[in-house]
């Protein structure tokens, strides 16, 4: 493992306190490729912060560095105040993860899933068993919890990720796509759940390619793009006079008019 050639010893850069994230200088390189070009961002404690950006933009690439599963090139990201990649179970016990391409136990049914990752967090069992509870009950899940989770449908092993996501109440949430290819019905509760963690105090960060979905929920929004944060502010600062927040993303990361070209062999008439 190569050491981080960033800040010497133990310093921790002053302008990180009060955010619930703060990334400094992130890069990622695979290859001759750039994915994450030293990105700062910090994202202020208590917000619902939407990373939004187009396919191959580095917002996973940047989550993943930021979560602990992908180690950067250099810089830093401390996640309440905390530096992830030199105290990660520190950070780790801070944060709650629904990682891109969900891996679970698909063995163990939906109960079984959090309680043994409740135990694994070193939660006391009797709070693990209340807890586990109520999450099934909130995430409509309490009829399938002797299911197993190979048998879950999207939506729900979105709903099960994202209750163990929770389960240690952590203070900070990081969901990357978090309502992709989920039903309006499973959306609604996720949402519902989302609005309340931030409303106790928590922060959450969410990538997303939803638009509406970033403008209905979140009160900040960092725009990326090829590697790095274009625009980041409050939702209206980055909808600037814009007509939505959809028509500021795609003046933001320019347009054309790829989709209207070709294709006349669509055309009804044609053979
Ligand atoms: N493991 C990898 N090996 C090589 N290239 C990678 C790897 N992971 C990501 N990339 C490249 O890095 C760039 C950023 O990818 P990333 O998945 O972070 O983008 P993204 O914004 O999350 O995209 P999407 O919205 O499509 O999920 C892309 O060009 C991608 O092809």
Known sequence: MTALPAYPGNYVDPSV????????????????KVAVDSVNLDVPAGSFFGLVGPNGAGKTTLLSMVTGLLRPDAGRAYLDGVDVWRDPAEAKGRMGVLPDGLKLFERLSGRELLTYLGRFRQIPAEVVTARVDELLEVMDLAEAENKLVADYSTGMRKK???????????????????????DPVSARVIRTVLKRFTRGGGTVILSSHVMALVEELCS?????????????????????????????????????????GGLEWLQSSSV
């Open 17 to 32: 306190e009060g955010n619930a994230l703060a990334i400094r200088g992130l890069q990622k390189k695979f290859g001759e």
């Open 160 to 182: 099960i990720t994202l209750a163990a996501a929770l389960l240690h109440s952590p203070k900070v949430l990081l969901l990357d796509e978090p309502l992709e290819a989920v």
């Open 220 to 260: 900040d929004v960092a725009v990326m793009a090829a590697g790095r944060i274009v625009a980041v502010g409050s939702v209206q600062e980055v909808r600037g006079a814009a007509a939505s927040l959809d028509d500021a993303f795609i003046d933001l990361i320019g347009t054309d008019h790829r989709g209207e």
